[in-house]
Each structure stands twice: as C-alpha cells, then as structure tokens.
C-alpha cells in the first residue's frame, strides 16, 4: 500500500461501534488489492454472483448505501439515484471509461464519480497488437482447423495472412494507448503511423515519424487501422458501411476502444464480401455478443471478451485506484481520478 493509498483508509478502533462505517456496494468480485481496504474500511457487501446484478437487484443491494463501487456492466442514471436514495456519496467506476454513468445527473445530485485511467495502456496496447498478429495471420482459422483435426499437411495456399513489416498503420484516437500501440508497431516492425486526434501529437510526430491526417486518408492509406478513441455522439458508429468501403481489401482493422463506435452488421457485411481483410474485436456491442450474431461464425473475424486490461498488474493497479476513489468520496476528500460532466 502506498502513502497515497494509506490517507484514504478511515481506521477504527476496538471501542468504535461497526454500525457507523460508512455502507457500501460492490457489484463485483474485484482483486483483493483494493477490495481488502474497503472491507477493512466500511461494511461492505459483495455481489458474488459471476453475472452482474440486474437494474433492480442493483438499486435495491445499494439501497441507503454512501457509496458503490460498479463495472461498466451497471448502468447507474437517474433512476438509479432516485431509487438508492439521498445518503450516496460517490460512484467508484472500476475502469476507464464511464459511459454507464449519467456523470451530469451524479453531478447535480451532488456525488462525485470516480475511474481509474492510466493504468491500463500497456496491457490494452498489448491486445491490440495480439489482435492485429491473430487477424492478420489467420490465426482462429489455423487453430480451428487443428482442433477439429483437419490438419493433414501443410498447406502452400492456406492461412496465408499480412505482413505487418513495412506497412502502414492507422490509430484512430492517439491518446495514451493509441500512441503504446503504435510505438510497438513502429519499432517491432518498421511500420509507418498515421493517425486522426482532435489536435496534433508532437510527442508522437518526432518519437515515431507519424503524420496526422484526415479520417479519409487513414482509411484510404492503412494496412492496419487500430481504434482507441473513445465512444461519444460523433465517434458512434463511426466505422459505417462508408468507412469499411473506403478501405483497402488487405486492411486488418482492430477495436480495442468501445464496441459503440463500430456499425457491427456493416462490418459483418465488409468482412463477408471481401471488402476488408479481417477484424480483430476486444469489444463489442452488446458485449456478450447475440449467440445468433454473424460475427461470431466469421473465420476472419478474431473476438476477444474484453480482455485488454486483464493482467495482474493493470487489474491490481485499477483495484487500488477505485478503492482509494471510494474511500476518498466517503470522507469528502478529493479523488484520485475524478471525472467530470
């Protein structure tokens, strides 16, 4: 535990009455890094079921509650607080994004809303890269054709997949992890970078010789495209069946942001007619997929269960960070990370 973590932890003594720990909800399983200093905190339930709690379950299990601690499976709005009641203090998010919170509606009921950024760049721009090799070798088509014992010979024509040396990849949103990602690609193996963002990035002009230009010309101009932008009124459903269609027919494009900004039955279509390459999915919409989606039966679609922060280091470090957040909010003092409408 480190001294910045140490000041949000309330202490009790022996002689204190329990009933006066402030009450709180977590609504999953979480790594005991964070997890042990909110039970040694406040009395504490866990949901311990593996699927999160349905809206109802989730209001009433929060219910009088001075805090929660959610996942971006809960949706936490309007009718949320107004079920919960008056004495909720704060809303620790476990994860970067927030979209499943109403931050606006917390804002003016007085709650503070907390997340845990910059802890998970490595690991998610490890998945993106992993999902650009698994894409673009063939991969799944490889190990389905193993597990089902077809494999007879080696084959001269089959799974053949893009060479990622030399090519050019597209980041879609050069924030942190964007820029992790591309620093792998550029110095792994040779690629050039383009990118889009809402402002140059000089860090990344001069670090990797990358170039921003317009979302047409990445379209127009990647081998790869890899998203990490994030999901809002203009980036939803931004990759459409336009986007898909002003692509190369080699492209490998990889979404490890928010399944949102993807248009998922005009990426169905692009990868059955051959108007790109393969996908490589760490988030989808809805997540779990529909059993019946088409994307899950595609041999050049890669799906991954939204793993791209799941090692222990990145799932400790977000642990401690929404339990300080937590913590932090039951006393009135700042958070760590803060999130703001």
């Known amino acids: ?56 379950v989730l209001a009433e299990k929060a219910s009088g509650c001075d805090g929660v ?21 704060v809303v620790s998010n476990f994860a970067v994004g927030y979209n499943n919170i109403d931050v606006a509606e917390a804002t003016k009921r007085g709650i503070v809303v907390g997340n845990t ?112 932008t994030d999901l809002n009124p203009e980036t939803s459903k931004m990759f459409d069946s336009a986007a898909f269609s002003g692509m190369k027919s080699n492209a490998v494009f990889v979404n490890t942001a928010r399944g949102g900004v993807v248009d998922q039955d005009a990426l169905q279509k692009a990868l059955t007619n051959g108007e790109i390459f393969a996908a490589g999915l760490d988030v989808t919409e809805p997540e779990p997929l529909p059993d019946d989606s088409p994307l899950r039966d595609l041999p050049n679609c890669f799906i991954l269960p939204h793993i791209g922060s799941g090692t222990v280091k990145s799932r400790d470090a977000m642990a401690e960070i929404a339990a300080d957040n937590l913590l932090a909010g039951l006393e009135g003092k700042p958070l760590r990370h803060q999130v703001t409408a």
């Open 1 to 56: 535990m480190t001294a910045s973590s140490r000041q949000f932890a309330p202490h009790f003594t022996d002689q204190e009455d329990m009933h006066n720990r402030p009450k709180v909800f977590v609504t999953r399983n979480i790594p005991s890094a964070g997890l042990a200093k909110i039970q040694a905190a406040t009395t504490c339930e866990v949901w311990p079921e593996r699927m999160p709690p349905s809206p109802d």
């Open 69 to 89: 601690l959610t996942l971006l499976s809960d949706r936490i709005d309007a009718d949320f607080f107004d079920a919960v009641g008056s004495q909720l203090k």
């Open 117 to 228: 950024p910059d802890v998970l760049t490595d690991a998610t721009a490890d998945i993106a890269v992993a999902l650009m090799l698994a894409a673009g070798r063939c991969l799944r088509e490889g190990l389905e054709n193993v597990v089902r014992k077809e494999w007879q010979t080696w084959e001269p024509m089959e799974f053949i997949g893009q060479d990622l040396s030399g090519k050019t990849l597209g980041i879609v949103g050069m924030g942190r992890i964007g820029h992790a990602t591309a620093k792998r690609c550029h110095f792994g193996w040779g690629m050039n970078v383009i990118y889009t963002s809402r402002s140059d990035k000089p860090e990344s002009d001069s670090e990797l010789g990358a170039s921003r230009v317009t979302f047409e010309q990445l379209l127009a101009d990647s081998d790869f495209i890899s998203v990490h």
